[in-house]
């Protein structure tokens, strides 16, 4: 039979903990409340917006395909609890191999009382080293520079260059 811990200073790996002991590490708050807050300290706080708009052609799995000139767009709110972004992408499945894919990315967003392009972001440089039918991350943290609860965004991707053909899922912002 295991020990019981009587004060901090007795405890060891093991043994059972008494109510009293309990009750000394969680203070006034109480145990759901400790647990709660123990819990929601490690769950990751995600939002996803699969495509909503643009000129593609909707694909047979989800999401939509893209060909040269065509674009997608997901919209999103930033809940009252975000702080930062920790890391924001766009899901897609690009239908060709490509060693620097030519996909342009860009972000508008505002919070309400203000112009919808209050925050106007892109990124035209970057191309991506893709290969066909696996599912691939392009990062668009660098265009959300600025965001902050109660927002409204709008992430774009568009396909710039003919041949770099792509389905787009949807956009996923993993924050604090």
């Known amino acids: 039979m295991a020990a019981s811990w009587t004060t901090p200073a007795d405890r060891s790996l093991g043994e059972s903990i008494t109510p009293t002991i309990w009750n000394q590490h969680l203070g006034e708050e109480g145990n759901e ?14 939002l996803w917006s699969p495509v909503s708009a643009g000129s593609y052609t909707p694909s047979t799995d989800f999401g939509g395909n893209l060909t040269d000139g065509d674009d997608a ?30 996909w342009d990315i860009s972000s508008w967003f505002a919070a309400v009382g203000e112009a919808y392009n209050t925050h106007s972001l892109s990124n035209t440089a970057s191309t991506y080293n893709v290969t066909d039918d696996q599912i691939f991350e392009v990062d668009v943290s660098g265009i959300l520079t600025g965001l902050a609860a109660g927002d409204w965004l709008v992430a774009r991707l568009l396909v710039s260059t003919a041949g ?12 604090t």
């Open 33 to 46: 409340a400790y647990l709660k807050v123990q819990v929601d300290a490690k769950r990751d706080k995600v």
């Open 73 to 102: 767009y997901m919209h999103l709110w930033i809940p009252s609890d975000f702080t930062a972004v920790s890391s924001a992408v766009i899901l897609v499945r690009p239908l060709a191999t490509q060693a620097s894919a030519n």
């Open 164 to 175: 770099h053909d792509v389905a787009v899922y949807g956009l996923r912002i993993s924050y």
